[in-house]
């Protein structure tokens, strides 16, 4: 028996145990005892994790796939499973560090990158497969045409390694792009607390409207006067680092 791949959950099963081992030791397994991995399918890297000393939960949503993983491994059970990985609170956890792992659905690829930021507190560590563009995008640079949002984004709160690629002949169905694997490793900057939210608003506004210098883009945020003549209004988002954009909203916070 094995899992029909289903196109509207994003489904493409792995077929080449090297490349899930090497995913799978991408992870350090430093600093926290639990693990989840998002959309396992038949397990082509579940079968590497439940051989590590660590407490695994599986995101699935696939009925079909949550049975066949409960009856062809034995540490699998129907408390294995949370559900949906982008309906997480990760309350189960009781507060614990939790590491995040999978052959993602891309579909929902950015998705579940923004649910990560957004529980950056609980998570030290990723490692995962995405549609190589968006792997390349997190580890984008500015002034290059795949620095934007989840550029800036990611890399306020982790440090992100692209790995390497994989190609779409491994994959059962083949997807029509190719993969890449990336790492992210928390390492919050400072500056930040307090000013999540302005900081997103400030990126998002910015890259919405990438080219217009931010004097214009981020005018439907209503700019503090004493910033309207600051250098980086002369510049478009892509020119600005993310040390910049974090150092931007602070300056931006002490003046409202």
Do not use: C
Not at 79 to 90: A, I, N, R, S
Not at 91 to 104: D, K, L, R, S, V
Not at 144 to 166: C, E, N, P
């Amino acid at each position: 028996m094995s899992v029909k791949a289903k196109k509207h959950l994003g489904q493409h099963f792995l077929t080449d145990e090297n490349i899930a081992r090497k995913i799978v030791e991408g992870l350090s397994f430093e600093g926290y005892r639990n693990i989840m991995e998002v959309g396992p399918g038949m397990g082509v890297l579940t079968k590497y994790l439940l051989e590590k000393d660590q407490n695994i939960y599986l995101a699935e949503i696939d009925k079909e796939s949550i049975e066949y993983l409960k009856n062809n491994y034995d540490k699998v059970s129907e408390e294995t499973f949370v559900g949906d990985f982008l309906k997480q609170d990760f309350q189960f956890t009781n507060g614990e560090q939790i590491a995040i792992i999978g052959n993602f659905p891309y579909n929902i690829s950015s998705q579940i990158l923004f649910q990560i930021i957004d529980h950056y507190e609980l998570i030290p560590e990723m490692v995962g497969m995405f549609q190589k563009e968006v792997a390349e995008r997190t580890a984008a640079v500015p002034r290059t045409k795949d620095y934007g949002i989840l550029s800036v984004l990611i890399q306020a709160y982790y440090d992100t390694s692209y790995l390497f690629t994989v190609h779409e002949n491994v994959f059962n169905p083949p997807p029509k792009v190719k993969s890449g694997v990336i790492r992210i490793t928390r390492n919050p900057k400072e500056g930040l607390a307090g000013n999540e939210v302005l900081f997103k608003q400030i990126v998002k506004a910015g890259f919405n409207q990438r080219r217009k210098k931010l004097s214009n883009a981020l005018k439907i945020l209503n700019i503090p006067e004493a910033l309207k003549t600051h250098e980086f209004m002369d510049k478009r988002a892509e020119e600005l680092s993310v040390a910049d954009f974090i150092s931007f909203t602070q300056l931006w916070k002490n003046n409202q």
